[in-house]
């Protein structure tokens, strides 16, 4: 009589190492995949319009054959193509940080009102301070932390519930959104600067908008790369936290001040970009994990990626026409938030 083979146990220890090889495989690829999209997407967005230039000539064009095509692609769509990528990065690296620190999926800088207090100043700069442009940048950054602040301790009631600071910074966000239409229309909706903010449009950017978003922009990617660890602990309860040496509070408050400049800066260059730092998060854990040290630098990559494509996609759809970035990432964002707030068994009761 046969007996039927006894079946091995796979040990427990292997299971987990074929599980992290697998995961790091999956990471690996996902940062691969999105850094070829990322350059593809950037050589399509250069030939988007009616100038159109091969790839051989556009390296000589810009390294060693003087070209009035390239020359005109290159100070019309090259300073939006960056600008593009560096706001994406900032803002989807805000929302990453902000996550953390509230312990919140659904925060995010455009719903919990720190781009709407950033654009509020920036435009008031722009309407009646004009000779304290040079300095908008660093106002745009005090409302953002203001607006932070405000949201943070109106939120307080014995403690801090995720929902009642998205329902707080919503509130938040439509004030300060109001009060930045309010000057815009008081402005006649002829100034420039003020409507470029107010509607997120970055049709007329420039290299000075570059220079103008690049240093700060980098700066906070930066320091964000350096509080990836720190993130990871703050994800867990604030004993076990402390219990480990970390300084909760104080922690809290610098991540918080990095992000609400990352999304500040951004706003003051491209206006207000909701959603942008919900949805990059939430896909960058499904591909990478929740590892804020492969989160911080895969949001850089997506965050870019997902901003270029918004503002690419604005300019195609409707052409001549275009429709702002802004109001893209709000079409696809908004169902994306509805969704997550559905699926979400913190918020079901």
């Known amino acids: 009589m046969k007996t039927k083979p006894e079946k091995t146990e796979i040990p427990a220890e292997a299971l987990d190492v074929t599980r992290q090889k697998r995961k790091t495989v999956v990471?690996?690829?996902?940062?691969?995949?999105?850094?070829?999209?990322?350059?593809?997407?950037?050589?399509?967005?250069?030939?988007?319009?009616?100038?159109?230039?091969?790839?051989?000539?556009?390296l000589r064009g810009l390294f060693s054959e003087p070209n009035d095509t390239v020359d005109t692609i290159r100070d019309l769509r090259f300073p939006r193509i960056f600008i593009s990528m560096l706001a994406g990065a900032a803002i989807a690296v805000s929302?990453?940080?902000?996550?953390?620190?509230?312990?919140?999926?659904?925060?995010?800088?455009?719903v919990i009102g720190i781009?709407?207090?950033?654009?509020?100043?920036?435009?008031?700069?722009?309407?009646?301070?004009?000779?304290?442009?040079?300095?908008?940048?660093?106002?745009?950054?005090?409302?953002g932390c203001l607006a932070f602040?405000?949201?943070y301790s109106l939120s307080w009631k014995g403690g801090l519930s995720?929902?009642?600071?998205?329902?707080?910074?919503?509130a938040v966000s439509a004030m300060f959104t109001g009060l930045s239409s309010a000057l815009n229309s008081m402005n006649g909706g002829n100034m420039q600067g003020v409507a470029s903010i107010v509607n997120g449009n970055i049709t007329m950017k420039t290299w000075d908008d570059v220079y103008t978003l690049l240093p700060y922009a980098a700066l906070g990617l930066i320091l964000s790369v350096f509080f990836c660890g720190t993130c990871n602990l703050l994800s867990l309860e604030d004993k076990t936290a402390r219990s480990v040496g970390?300084?909760?509070?104080?922690?809290?408050?610098?991540?918080?001040?990095?992000?609400?400049?990352?999304?500040?800066?951004?706003?003051?260059?491209?206006?207000v970009i909701s959603f942008l730092g919900l949805i990059v998060p939430h896909i960058g854990r499904i591909l990478v994990g929740s590892d804020h040290k492969?989160?911080?630098?895969?949001?850089?990559?997506l965050g870019a990626f997902v901003f270029l494509l918004a503002d690419t996609l604005g300019r195609t759809i409707a052409a001549?026409?275009?429709?702002?970035?802004?109001?893209?990432?709000?079409?696809?964002?908004g169902p994306f938030f509805i969704l997550l707030l559905r699926r979400s068994k913190r918020y079901a009761k």
């Open 149 to 151: 602040a405000l949201v």
């Open 246 to 271: 970390v300084n909760v509070n104080r922690s809290r408050i610098i991540i918080s001040i990095i992000a609400a400049i990352l999304a500040s800066i951004s706003t003051a260059v491209v206006g």
């Open 162 to 170: 995720p929902l009642r600071i998205i329902l707080v910074g919503v």
């Open 95 to 110: 929302g990453v940080l902000f996550q953390a620190v509230l312990k919140n999926p659904l925060a995010d800088p455009g």
């Open 320 to 333: 001549p026409y275009e429709v702002s970035a802004s109001i893209i990432m709000n079409v696809i964002g």
């Open 294 to 301: 492969k989160l911080v630098p895969y949001s850089m990559l």
């Open 115 to 143: 781009s709407g207090g950033a654009s509020f100043f920036a435009v008031a700069v722009t309407a009646f301070l004009p000779e304290l442009f040079f300095f908008m940048p660093i106002i745009a950054c005090i409302g």
């Open 27 to 58: 990471s690996v690829l996902a940062f691969v995949l999105t850094a070829v999209l990322l350059v593809a997407l950037f050589f399509a967005a250069i030939n988007i319009g009616s100038l159109k230039v091969g790839f051989g000539e556009l």
